[in-house]
């Protein structure tokens, strides 16, 4: 209910926001004039032509993927946002990417680097303990929407923190219960980092609920981040449980070698991971055909059907000359929330991130989103309410199950 307070006392806020909003007369200088006039402990945009949305994440090191995946979407959703008119008028700049490499502590500088360039709204952080750090920062100051935080502590500090994302105790219960009602194995095995919180709490919900859904864990398996080389000891111990298929709730990094050194040992066994995997088919010097039959918890296919998928990728391809990842669609759906959330508002680029923050808060239980990864909603906690999805990995590409 972390909200709901926060809605009572906004709902003047929102309401006046409005007001100010509605107006396309204003000229600049009434503007300057507005701004001059907030409190002075209010971070204040320098320019009121445009709404500037910063992105953080790793934009090199290990999980780059992620990072440019997302900053490359929303750069997309932007421009077409753009093109048809902006939000209330006005177009958005999308700022040059923070690079925190999902380092905690460099996501905070790369955070207040973003504000001295004048960034009044956060699609970020992309990878979840960067995302915490620089949440406590933001917490009732800067409008913060992860696309890919999953933790569930990355949302907790302020009530103006959403994400579009599951968490990772919800990835874990969803894929116990999509191996259990879709069949695809009884007895199952889990390797996991058991350094990493990301990959913790999804274990740790996936084996309570394995049990609710029938599932016999065999093996329980765990590596550390210093130790993320060699998986021969976790393999064989897999191998000799009689498992039928093998959980790993991982990145995509790790997962590549697990599934290399899986092959070298001839452990024949179905593998399904969660959204952390996506990106294993574009990992450097990977044989791609040893994910063949992989699957994974994800709402967003590049192959699925439907004209919004199509269009996105179409245009993602074109741009940056490669198939976006989930990471990438969640990025080009927070963007387009933001304007719904924005347009509900009436919410205007002159307006202190103080005041940006609230109304986009107080609008965000008032929109529904028909996105890439599927029809959201949220509550009061920042959480996005949608279906869980997963896709096989067939002919080197994700097919929708």
Same mark, same amino acid.
């Given at each position: 209910? !972390? ?42 945009? =320098?320019?009121?032509?445009? #709404? %500037? ?17 997302? +900053? ?28 925190? $490499?999902?380092?905690?502590? !460099?996501?905070? *500088? ?17 990878? /979840? ?13 800067? #409008? ?11 949302? @907790?500090?302020?009530? *103006? ?5 599951? &968490? ?8 116990? $219960? +999509? ?25 740790? /919900? #996936? ?15 765990? +590596? @550390?981040?210093? /130790?993320? &080389?060699?998986?021969?000891? $976790?393999?064989?111990?897999? %191998? ?6 093998? #959980? ?61 998928? $199509? ?18 669609? =969640? ?7 933001? %304007? ?14 103080? =005041?940006?923050?609230?109304?986009? &808060? ?26 869980? %999805? ?12």
């Amino acid at each position: 209910m !972390k909200k709901l307070l926060c809605l009572m006392m906004t709902a003047a806020l929102a309401l006046s926001v409005v007001a100010c909003g509605s107006s396309s007369s204003s000229s600049s200088s009434e503007s300057s004039e507005a701004t001059e006039s907030t409190d002075s402990e209010e971070t204040t945009a =320098d320019s009121g032509e445009t #709404f %500037k949305i910063g992105v953080i994440g790793p934009m090199t090191g290990n999980y780059a993927q992620y990072g440019l995946g997302v +900053y490359n979407a929303a750069l997309i959703a932007a421009e077409e946002i753009n093109a048809a008119g902006g939000i209330n008028g006005y177009q958005i700049e999308i700022l040059d990417a923070g690079d925190d $490499q999902g380092d905690p502590e !460099k996501a905070v *500088n790369a955070y207040n680097d973003l504000l001295d360039k004048g960034m009044q709204i956060l699609d970020g952080t992309v990878t /979840s303990g960067a995302c915490i750090a620089v949440a406590a920062e933001a917490a009732e100051k800067t #409008f913060l929407f992860t696309p890919s935080g999953s933790a569930v502590d990355c949302i @907790t500090a302020g009530s *103006n923190q959403f994400r579009m994302c599951f &968490t990772d105790p919800m990835q874990g219960t969803k894929s116990a $219960q +999509y191996i259990s009602e879709n069949g695809l194995a009884t007895k199952v095995a889990v390797i996991y980092d058991s350094a990493a919180d990301y990959n913790v709490g999804i274990h740790d /919900s #996936f084996i309570e609920a394995a049990a609710e859904y029938g599932l016999e864990v065999v093996a329980d398996e765990a +590596y @550390t981040t210093d /130790s993320n &080389t060699d998986f021969s000891v $976790q393999l064989n111990k897999v %191998k000799e449980s009689g498992a039928e298929l093998l #959980f790993l709730p991982n990145y995509y990094s790790d997962d590549a070698l697990i599934l290399q050194q899986a092959s070298d040992i001839g452990l024949d066994i179905l593998f399904f991971g969660v959204d952390g995997m996506d990106g294993i088919l574009a990992v450097e010097n990977f044989d791609t055909s040893l994910a063949e039959g992989a699957m994974l918890l994800t709402p967003f296919s590049a192959t699925a059907e439907d004209e919004l998928t $199509q269009s996105f990728v179409a245009a993602y391809e074109e741009a940056y000359g490669e198939t976006p990842n989930q990471f990438a669609a =969640d990025s080009y759906d927070v963007i387009y929330a933001i %304007k719904m959330a924005a347009e509900d508002a009436g919410i205007t680029p002159d307006m202190s991130n103080e =005041d940006i923050s609230a109304a986009l &808060t107080a609008s965000m239980m008032s929109i529904t989103l028909e996105g890439l990864t599927g029809t959201s909603t949220w509550t009061e906690d920042g959480e996005c309410d949608k279906s869980p %999805k997963a896709v096989v990995i067939e002919n080197g590409a994700y097919t929708m199950m």
